[in-house]
């Protein structure tokens, strides 16, 4: 996102989108890919919902929150794009506010990796999980990606 500044993220987060909603999907390679027709896409505000849920000490990855909603829907899959967008606006939003702000340092990208899309960058959100116990790892030599080494061990369960 650019701009972040300018942007009023809170208004974003209440903007539904006449979502929540359920599409059918045709496309074959997407089916096969995700393992069904019936596509949900959650509202901006249910990430946060969601986000706000994991403690001190824990993580959660888009991937999970997105099969928890397809779970919760009777969808097959959560929409990828919009999933990484809202997330993306419910971190921003968080930050803008004065107070009721959610841990979204503790939402991962695949793989326990780093989301440079939040507030402060990769950078920002290292130091928020390794004040809370987590070791973080660097990766790559050019394009440099930080992952919370061993993740898996700190997953919160949803619901």
Do not use: C
Not at 26 to 34: E, L, P, V
Not at 37 to 48: C, K, T, V
Not at 54 to 68: A, L
Not at 90 to 113: F, M, V
């Amino acid at each position: 996102m650019a701009n972040e500044d300018k942007k009023d993220f809170n208004a974003m987060l209440y903007d539904s989108k006449d979502m929540p909603k359920i599409q059918i999907i045709t496309d074959t390679r997407s089916i096969a890919k995700y393992g069904g027709d019936r596509m949900y896409f959650a509202p901006p505000i249910e990430y946060d919902k969601v986000m706000r849920l994991v403690p001190f000490g824990k993580v959660i990855t888009i991937g999970e929150i997105r099969g928890y909603f397809a779970t919760q829907s009777g969808a097959d899959f959560t929409e990828p794009i919009t999933a990484g967008i809202f997330v993306s606006i419910a971190a921003w939003a968080s930050h803008q506010r004065d107070s009721d702000k959610i841990p979204y340092w503790r939402t991962l990208k695949a793989r326990g990796e780093l989301n440079p899309k939040y507030p402060g960058g990769t950078l920002a959100q290292k130091e928020m999980l390794e004040s809370e116990g987590h070791t973080v790892i660097q990766r790559g030599r050019t394009n440099l990606k930080y992952y919370v080494q061993n993740y898996e061990n700190f997953l919160y369960t949803l619901g």
